[in-house]
Nanobody, 124 residues
Framework: QVQLVESGGGLVQAGDSLRLSCTASGLTVNTYPMAWFRQSPGKEREFVARIGWSGASPSYADSVKGRFTISRDNAKNTVYLRMNSLKPEDTAVYYC?????????????????WGQGTQVTVSS
């Protein structure tokens, strides 16, 4: 059975950095496209970043491009989201997701597996 477990969230100040981790069991992260999404109260879940099978050409939402970096460690079967220059508008629950088909891209509804989420709160 597949499990994705996120960690690394917390309360930080604007301008600080955090690194989120998503450790997988029941699947191998370098055989599935993996993504990070986030959801704030009253808002829909939104795409943040995606890394494909090869790990090349990750993609990012415009709102985080240049500040966030998605990566993975195959040996640890873990996907990371490094978040720099955090802003209050980055406050959200961050979710890790895995895509069996390979064609979900930025569509959250097409992802097959989800973690439980980790809260990130950025104070101004």
């Amino acid at each position: 059975q597949v499990q994705l477990v996120e960690s690394g969230g917390g309360l930080v100040q604007a301008g600080d950095s955090l690194r989120l981790s998503c450790t997988a069991s029941g699947l191998t992260v370098n055989t599935y496209p993996m993504a990070w999404f986030r959801q704030s109260p009253g808002k829909e879940r939104e795409f943040v970043a995606r890394i494909g099978w090869s790990g090349a050409s990750p993609s990012y939402a415009d709102s985080v491009k240049g500040r966030f970096t998605i990566s993975r460690d195959n040996a640890k079967n873990t996907v990371y989201l490094r978040m720099n220059s955090l802003k209050p508008e980055d406050t959200a629950v961050y979710y890790c997701a895995a895509d069996r088909s390979g064609y979900a891209f930025r569509d959250s509804q097409k992802y097959d597996y989800w973690g439980q989420g980790t809260q990130v709160t950025v104070s101004s």
